[in-house]
């Protein structure tokens, strides 16, 4: 599943963090890509551990905490401390696999990539290119999203960006870890959960809410991993 989460930023914390990102200084962005990636990789990134990484991360992470859709969706175990990227002057990611187990910085921990985000910081008028295309079941889906939306999508898709032609590209992105590994079973309960919200909404005494919601807990239960 694909999902678009718009409203994860306010316009006040998009400037804010592009404020902080313009002064920065950036690094090759194969610093974090695994040797296969590498090769396709053509872009700057942020420093894993700079303070503006931390700074801006730790706002991104206090509103997804906010943000009811993403939880639906993703069910989140762990997520990744946000990274940073940029991509200008006709850089782009040729296709690739993120890896499937990354090391979280500064700690013992790990986490598996079970879905990828990116977190667009610029809006889409100032930049030509920079669509992100994820070949799913039915083809190739390319996404470009005005600044503060989020698009959700299963870590184990081929992606790649095309060339930024003009302008400059910049994002998070990071990955989730969720409680529900299977990208199906997760879908599953999206839905009964988007299904269980109308149900809830239009007719709230109906007696199927109660039973369908038991329904849900009872999937999450058998199925999540804590
Ligand atoms: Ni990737």
Redesign the pocket.
Same mark, same amino acid.
């Given at each position: 599943m694909l999902l678009t989460i718009p409203d994860v930023l306010t316009a006040e914390q998009v400037a804010q963090a592009r404020q902080l990102l313009d002064t920065a200084e950036w690094v090759d962005g194969r610093v974090t890509a695994g040797h296969q #990636?590498a090769k396709a990789k053509h872009n700057a990134q942020l420093p894993e551990g700079h303070p503006v990484s931390k700074q801006l991360g730790e706002m991104i992470l206090a509103a997804l905490a906010r943000n009811n859709l993403f939880f639906s969706a993703a069910l989140p175990l762990r997520v990744f401390p946000p990274l940073f990227n940029s991509y200008a002057g006709g850089q782009s %990611?040729g296709t $690739?696999?993120?890896n499937a187990i990354r090391q979280i910085p500064g700690s013992g921990h790990r986490i598996r990539t079970d879905l #990828?985000a990116t977190l667009f910081l610029t809006a889409p008028e100032d930049y030509d290119g920079g669509e992100l295309c994820v070949e799913d079941t039915y083809g190739v889906k390319s996404v470009k999203l005005p600044a503060g939306q989020m698009v959700l999508y299963p870590a184990t898709s081929l $992606?790649h960006v095309t060339p930024v032609t003009s302008g400059a590209r910049i994002s998070s %992105?990071f990955w989730i870890q969720s409680m529900i590994r299977d990208d199906g079973q997760r879908s599953l309960l999206f839905d009964l959960d988007l299904g269980i919200q109308r149900i809830a909404r239009d007719h709230p005494e109906h007696p199927s809410a109660i039973q369908l919601t038991g329904v849900y807990h009872n999937l999450l239960r058998q199925w999540a991993e804590m």
């Open positions: #990636s %990611f $690739h696999v993120d #990828s $992606h %992105f």
